[in-house]
T-cell receptor, first 115, second 111 residues
Framework: NAGVMQNPRHLVRRRGQEARLRCSPM?????VYWYRQLPEEGLKFMVY????????ESGMPKERFSAEFPKEGPSILRIQQVVRGDSAAYFC?????????????FGPGTRLTVT | DAKTTQPTSMDCAEGRAANLPCNHS???????VYWYRQIHSQGPQYIIHGLKNNETNEMASLIITEDRKSSTLILPHATLRDTAVYYCIAVTQGGSEKLVFGKGTKLTVNP
């Protein structure tokens, strides 16, 4: 059973470009979470999605960031007009039910570098 | 969710037990204690969780004090591959499923 997959693993963008990060949850999982880890800091929650629905986006910056989890295909975290401060590791996690007793399985992360 | 406090760093000799403490003095009755770890820039990995009773699985044991104000994660026979940052997180039953990571404890297992 493949784990959570993220691609690309490394992404370099120039300031002003768009970054699209993909996350394929574990088979059978319909709940996806995105976290961001700035250099030398802990992970910060960004958004929680179920298939086709955003459940909690309290950690998403108000501008330039969006996330989706379509009925078919991976979850996408999209960052428009990237700035240097967006450079970070972005981790996706998935769970099967989203309930409290269901641990989250994390992917290997996408390391975004904005030049 | 209750705030948790952990030491910044700890060292442990290979083969010995690693005991990682966590204080959560403001924890409420419906908050669980979860432990995750992050090995050098990899994605975090779930270890164990508990509410009141002590818990054990193939990775670790979790000891929760009777007043639930603190807990200890025990890795019974630490290996070099257990070197990681360990996060203790309080999660509210019925609340948001998001995990709030603090700074954690950097555990270094020495040969």
């Amino acid at each position: 059973n493949a784990g959570v997959m993220q691609n690309p693993r490394h992404l370099v963008r120039r300031r002003g470009q768009e970054a699209r990060l993909r996350c394929s949850p574990m088979k059978g999982h319909s709940h996806v979470y995105w976290y961001r880890q700035l250099p030398e800091e802990g992970l910060k929650f960004m958004v929680y999605l179920q298939k086709e629905n955003i459940i909690d986006e309290s950690g998403m910056p108000k501008e330039r960031f969006s996330a989706e989890f379509p009925k078919e295909g991976p979850s996408i975290l999209r960052i428009q007009q990237v700035v240097r401060g967006d450079s970070a590791a972005y981790f996706c996690a998935s769970s099967s039910t989203g309930g409290l007793m269901d641990e989250q399985y994390f992917g290997p992360g996408t390391r975004l570098t904005v030049t | 969710d209750a705030k948790t406090t952990q030491p910044t760093s700890m060292d442990c000799a290979e083969g010995r037990a690693a005991n990682l403490p966590c204080n959560h003095s403001t924890i409420s009755g419906n908050e669980y204690v979860y432990w995750y770890r992050q090995i050098h820039s990899q994605g975090p990995q779930y270890i164990i969780h508990g509410l009141k009773n002590n818990e054990t699985n193939e990775m670790a044991s979790l000891i929760i004090t009777e007043d639930r104000k603190s807990s200890t994660l025990i890795l019974p026979h630490a290996t070099l591959r257990d070197t990681a940052v360990y996060y203790c997180i309080a999660v509210t039953q019925g609340g948001s499923e998001k995990l709030v990571f603090g700074k954690g404890t950097k555990l270094t297992v020495n040969p």
